[in-house]
T-cell receptor, first 110, second 115 residues
Framework: NAGVTQTPKFRILKIGQSMTLQCTQD?????MYWYRQDPGMGLKLIYY???????DKGEVPNGYNVSRSTTEDFPLRLELAAPSQTSVYFC?????????FGQGTRLTVV | AQKITQTQPGMFVQEKEAVTLDCTYD???????LFWYKQPSSGEMIFLIY??????QNATEGRYSLNFQKARKSANLVISASQLGDSAMYFC????????????FGSGTKLNVKP
Protein backbone atom coordinates (compact mmCIF):
# COMPACT_ATOMS: atom_id res chain seq x y z
CA ASN A 1 0.00 0.00 0.00
CA ALA A 2 1.97 2.99 -1.28
CA GLY A 3 -0.60 5.67 -0.39
CA VAL A 4 -0.23 8.71 -2.64
CA THR A 5 2.59 8.75 -5.18
CA GLN A 6 3.69 11.86 -7.03
CA THR A 7 6.09 12.04 -9.95
CA PRO A 8 8.44 13.63 -10.70
CA LYS A 9 10.00 14.82 -7.43
CA PHE A 10 11.87 17.67 -9.10
CA ARG A 11 11.56 19.42 -12.43
CA ILE A 12 12.94 22.50 -14.13
CA LEU A 13 10.85 23.94 -16.95
CA LYS A 14 11.51 26.74 -19.36
CA ILE A 15 8.93 29.50 -19.72
CA GLY A 16 6.23 28.42 -22.14
CA GLN A 17 6.88 24.69 -21.83
CA SER A 18 4.18 22.32 -20.72
CA MET A 19 4.23 19.36 -18.39
CA THR A 20 2.03 17.00 -16.42
CA LEU A 21 2.49 16.30 -12.75
CA GLN A 22 1.38 12.78 -12.01
CA CYS A 23 -0.51 11.70 -8.90
CA THR A 24 -1.78 8.22 -8.19
CA GLN A 25 -3.29 6.64 -5.09
CA ASP A 26 -3.97 3.03 -4.19
CA UNK A 27 -6.43 3.62 -1.36
CA UNK A 28 -9.58 3.92 -3.49
CA UNK A 29 -10.36 7.34 -2.02
CA UNK A 30 -12.84 9.47 -3.91
CA UNK A 31 -11.58 12.88 -2.91
CA MET A 32 -8.33 14.09 -4.42
CA TYR A 33 -6.67 17.50 -4.33
CA TRP A 34 -3.86 19.47 -5.85
CA TYR A 35 -2.17 22.21 -3.84
CA ARG A 36 0.74 24.51 -4.40
CA GLN A 37 2.97 25.72 -1.61
CA ASP A 38 5.06 28.81 -2.21
CA PRO A 39 8.12 29.38 0.00
CA GLY A 40 7.16 30.09 3.61
CA MET A 41 3.46 29.95 2.79
CA GLY A 42 0.54 27.63 3.33
CA LEU A 43 -1.06 25.35 0.79
CA LYS A 44 -3.32 26.88 -1.80
CA LEU A 45 -5.98 24.67 -3.38
CA ILE A 46 -5.63 24.51 -7.17
CA TYR A 47 -8.18 21.88 -8.19
CA TYR A 48 -10.03 19.06 -6.53
CA UNK A 49 -12.04 16.02 -7.53
CA UNK A 50 -14.81 14.21 -5.71
CA UNK A 51 -14.64 11.14 -7.90
CA UNK A 52 -13.81 9.82 -11.35
CA UNK A 53 -15.08 12.19 -14.02
CA UNK A 54 -15.73 15.07 -11.60
CA UNK A 55 -13.35 17.96 -11.05
CA ASP A 56 -13.73 21.51 -9.82
CA LYS A 57 -11.67 24.66 -9.34
CA GLY A 58 -10.10 25.60 -6.06
CA GLU A 59 -8.61 28.92 -4.95
CA VAL A 60 -5.88 29.32 -7.61
CA PRO A 61 -6.82 27.34 -10.77
CA ASN A 62 -5.52 29.74 -13.45
CA GLY A 63 -2.78 28.23 -15.59
CA TYR A 64 -3.63 24.65 -14.66
CA ASN A 65 -5.87 21.86 -15.83
CA VAL A 66 -6.79 18.51 -14.35
CA SER A 67 -8.56 15.33 -15.33
CA ARG A 68 -9.84 12.36 -13.36
CA SER A 69 -10.55 9.47 -15.67
CA THR A 70 -10.01 6.87 -12.93
CA THR A 71 -10.29 6.83 -9.15
CA GLU A 72 -6.56 6.20 -8.89
CA ASP A 73 -5.11 8.98 -11.04
CA PHE A 74 -5.40 12.75 -10.82
CA PRO A 75 -2.83 14.42 -13.09
CA LEU A 76 -2.20 18.18 -13.06
CA ARG A 77 -1.34 19.84 -16.36
CA LEU A 78 0.59 23.07 -16.87
CA GLU A 79 0.14 24.22 -20.45
CA LEU A 80 2.32 27.35 -20.68
CA ALA A 81 4.67 27.42 -17.74
CA ALA A 82 5.32 30.82 -16.16
CA PRO A 83 7.83 31.83 -13.45
CA SER A 84 4.87 32.46 -11.11
CA GLN A 85 4.23 28.73 -11.16
CA THR A 86 7.53 27.99 -9.45
CA SER A 87 6.37 26.20 -6.33
CA VAL A 88 6.11 22.89 -4.55
CA TYR A 89 3.04 20.94 -5.62
CA PHE A 90 1.28 18.49 -3.35
CA CYS A 91 -1.34 15.95 -4.28
CA UNK A 92 -3.63 14.56 -1.58
CA UNK A 93 -6.30 11.89 -1.30
CA UNK A 94 -8.92 12.06 1.43
CA UNK A 95 -11.53 9.90 2.99
CA UNK A 96 -13.66 11.19 5.83
CA UNK A 97 -11.43 12.64 8.51
CA UNK A 98 -8.00 11.87 7.18
CA UNK A 99 -6.02 13.10 4.20
CA UNK A 100 -2.91 11.49 2.78
CA PHE A 101 -0.34 13.55 0.97
CA GLY A 102 2.23 12.73 -1.64
CA GLN A 103 5.84 13.71 -1.10
CA GLY A 104 5.54 16.76 -3.32
CA THR A 105 6.95 17.91 -6.66
CA ARG A 106 9.37 20.82 -6.61
CA LEU A 107 8.90 22.76 -9.86
CA THR A 108 11.09 25.61 -11.03
CA VAL A 109 10.18 27.65 -14.10
CA VAL A 110 13.06 29.64 -15.60
CA ALA B 1 -11.96 36.43 3.36
CA GLN B 2 -9.39 33.93 4.51
CA LYS B 3 -10.88 30.56 5.29
CA ILE B 4 -8.15 29.66 7.77
CA THR B 5 -6.04 32.18 9.66
CA GLN B 6 -2.90 31.36 11.57
CA THR B 7 -1.54 34.55 13.10
CA GLN B 8 1.75 33.20 14.47
CA PRO B 9 4.33 32.89 11.69
CA GLY B 10 6.89 31.56 14.16
CA MET B 11 7.06 30.41 17.76
CA PHE B 12 9.67 29.20 20.20
CA VAL B 13 9.08 26.83 23.07
CA GLN B 14 11.39 25.27 25.62
CA GLU B 15 11.72 21.51 25.50
CA LYS B 16 9.24 19.74 27.81
CA GLU B 17 6.96 22.77 27.99
CA ALA B 18 3.50 23.02 26.46
CA VAL B 19 2.75 25.27 23.50
CA THR B 20 -0.46 26.49 21.85
CA LEU B 21 -0.67 27.20 18.14
CA ASP B 22 -3.56 29.44 17.15
CA CYS B 23 -6.05 28.86 14.36
CA THR B 24 -9.26 30.65 13.49
CA TYR B 25 -11.57 29.73 10.65
CA ASP B 26 -14.37 31.20 8.61
CA UNK B 27 -17.30 29.20 7.33
CA UNK B 28 -21.04 29.52 7.10
CA UNK B 29 -21.55 25.76 6.80
CA UNK B 30 -23.03 24.17 9.93
CA UNK B 31 -21.07 21.00 9.29
CA UNK B 32 -17.32 21.16 8.82
CA UNK B 33 -14.12 19.53 10.01
CA LEU B 34 -10.87 20.94 11.32
CA PHE B 35 -7.44 19.38 11.01
CA TRP B 36 -3.88 19.97 12.07
CA TYR B 37 -0.90 18.80 10.04
CA LYS B 38 2.81 18.83 10.74
CA GLN B 39 5.34 19.48 7.99
CA PRO B 40 8.94 18.72 8.98
CA SER B 41 11.86 20.11 7.02
CA SER B 42 11.74 17.00 4.83
CA GLY B 43 8.50 18.35 3.35
CA GLU B 44 5.95 15.62 3.88
CA MET B 45 2.57 16.42 5.45
CA ILE B 46 1.75 14.44 8.58
CA PHE B 47 -1.79 14.29 9.90
CA LEU B 48 -1.99 15.05 13.64
CA ILE B 49 -5.56 15.53 14.80
CA TYR B 50 -9.14 16.07 13.65
CA UNK B 51 -12.19 17.81 15.16
CA UNK B 52 -15.68 17.65 13.71
CA UNK B 53 -17.97 20.65 14.10
CA UNK B 54 -20.55 18.56 15.96
CA UNK B 55 -18.09 16.80 18.24
CA UNK B 56 -18.95 17.59 21.83
CA GLN B 57 -15.52 16.95 23.25
CA ASN B 58 -12.17 18.36 22.24
CA ALA B 59 -10.09 15.93 20.22
CA THR B 60 -6.94 14.45 21.71
CA GLU B 61 -4.21 12.30 20.17
CA GLY B 62 -1.35 11.51 22.48
CA ARG B 63 0.49 14.77 23.22
CA TYR B 64 -1.74 16.71 20.84
CA SER B 65 -5.07 18.21 21.79
CA LEU B 66 -7.34 20.55 19.92
CA ASN B 67 -8.94 23.38 21.88
CA PHE B 68 -12.18 23.82 19.92
CA GLN B 69 -14.17 26.97 20.66
CA LYS B 70 -17.03 26.93 18.19
CA ALA B 71 -18.55 30.30 19.05
CA ARG B 72 -15.17 31.97 18.56
CA LYS B 73 -14.45 29.87 15.46
CA SER B 74 -11.11 28.85 16.82
CA ALA B 75 -9.34 25.50 16.79
CA ASN B 76 -6.03 25.87 18.58
CA LEU B 77 -3.52 23.03 18.73
CA VAL B 78 -1.94 22.31 22.09
CA ILE B 79 1.25 20.29 22.18
CA SER B 80 2.15 19.11 25.66
CA ALA B 81 5.67 18.23 26.79
CA SER B 82 7.38 19.55 23.64
CA GLN B 83 10.16 17.50 22.14
CA LEU B 84 13.00 18.55 19.84
CA GLY B 85 11.38 16.49 17.09
CA ASP B 86 8.31 18.72 17.26
CA SER B 87 10.24 21.49 15.49
CA ALA B 88 8.38 21.86 12.19
CA MET B 89 5.76 23.86 10.33
CA TYR B 90 2.22 23.30 11.56
CA PHE B 91 -0.81 23.84 9.38
CA CYS B 92 -4.42 24.19 10.37
CA UNK B 93 -6.95 23.02 7.76
CA UNK B 94 -10.69 22.88 7.28
CA UNK B 95 -12.98 20.81 5.12
CA UNK B 96 -16.36 22.23 4.18
CA UNK B 97 -18.86 22.30 1.36
CA UNK B 98 -21.30 19.71 0.02
CA UNK B 99 -19.92 16.32 1.00
CA UNK B 100 -16.95 18.15 2.53
CA UNK B 101 -15.37 18.42 -0.88
CA UNK B 102 -13.33 21.57 -0.21
CA UNK B 103 -10.23 21.39 1.92
CA UNK B 104 -8.41 24.62 2.83
CA PHE B 105 -5.14 25.28 4.65
CA GLY B 106 -3.80 28.16 6.69
CA SER B 107 -0.42 29.80 6.14
CA GLY B 108 1.26 27.79 8.88
CA THR B 109 3.23 28.37 12.08
CA LYS B 110 6.92 27.52 12.32
CA LEU B 111 7.58 25.97 15.72
CA ASN B 112 11.10 25.80 17.11
CA VAL B 113 11.69 23.71 20.22
CA LYS B 114 14.75 24.82 22.19
CA PRO B 115 16.81 22.33 24.23
Amino acid sequence: NAGVTQTPKFRILKIGQSMTLQCTQDMNHNYMYWYRQDPGMGLKLIYYSVGAGITDKGEVPNGYNVSRSTTEDFPLRLELAAPSQTSVYFCAARVNTEAFFGQGTRLTVV
Amino acid sequence: AQKITQTQPGMFVQEKEAVTLDCTYDTSDPSYGLFWYKQPSSGEMIFLIYQGSYDQQNATEGRYSLNFQKARKSANLVISASQLGDSAMYFCAMREGPNFNKFYFGSGTKLNVKP
